[in-house]
């Protein structure tokens, strides 16, 4: 089974709203990415988040990691048409030089 | 952009026949992945390479095979396809586990 599980699967708001979305992972981690697909494309790195970091910050995303709740979640703010995408969660497994993604939430922005 | 490339882009195959995947880096990038996406699915990892003759089995490796003979290449091959390998393959590299990884542009194949 896959190490990353997003919530939701599925989410569409308006332009200008802010976007949360949600990952769950089963094992310890060393670090948590988060990373973007644009239709029919590969997957482009958006933010990194070591295990004994709490939150960070790029531009108009925001991470959060809490690894007693085995959790992490990306915040979109003042979304555009453009962030539209499928955004994935991908972690390491401590002990094993592997990096697993998870499902995927599909982020839909209307104008 | 890193400089990795899948080859082919596209490919239609019968069931039953060999096939083989390739993936080009020139990052001098340790790790490398093979992923499969299918629709529900997310990405989910094939086999993977911590280094040269250095592989490993992902959580769907039944069916395929890897090889990696020197650090700029990792080959996926498909022993004898399936219609349930018809996917979108994905290769990724990373220069180590703490830092980014770079994906490919995919491979389309169809197993008919």
């Known amino acids: 089974s896959q190490q990353g599980e997003e919530d939701p699967q599925a989410l569409s708001i308006q332009e200008g709203e802010n976007a949360t979305m949600n990952c769950s992972y089963k094992?310890?981690?060393?670090?948590l990415q988060w990373y973007r697909q644009n239709s029919g494309r590969g997957l482009v790195h958006l933010i990194l988040i070591r295990s004994n970091e709490r939150e960070k910050h790029s531009g108009r995303l925001r991470v959060t990691l809490d690894t007693s709740k085995k959790s992490s979640s990306l915040l979109i703010t003042a979304s555009r048409a453009a962030d539209t995408a499928s955004y994935f969660c991908?972690?390491?497994?401590?002990?094993?030089?592997?990096?697993?993604f998870g499902q995927g939430t599909r982020l839909t922005i209307n104008p | 952009d890193a400089g990795i490339t899948q080859s082919p882009r596209h490919k239609v195959t019968e069931t039953g026949t060999p096939v083989t995947l390739r993936c080009h880096q020139t990052e001098n990038h340790r790790y490398m992945y093979w992923y499969r996406q299918d629709p529900g699915h997310g990405l989910r990892l094939i086999h993977y390479?911590?280094?040269?003759?250095?592989?490993d089995k992902g959580e769907v490796s039944d069916g395929y095979s890897v090889s990696r003979s020197k650090t700029e290449d990792f080959l996926l091959t498909l022993e004898s396809a399936t219609s349930s390998q018809t996917s979108v393959y994905f290769c990724a590299t990373g220069g180590s586990l703490n830092t980014e990884a770079f994906f490919g542009q995919g491979t389309r194949l169809t197993v008919v």
């Open positions: 390479s911590y280094g040269v003759k250095d592989t």
């Open positions: 991908a972690t390491d497994s401590e002990g094993a030089q592997k990096l697993v």
């Open positions: 094992t310890s981690i060393n670090n």
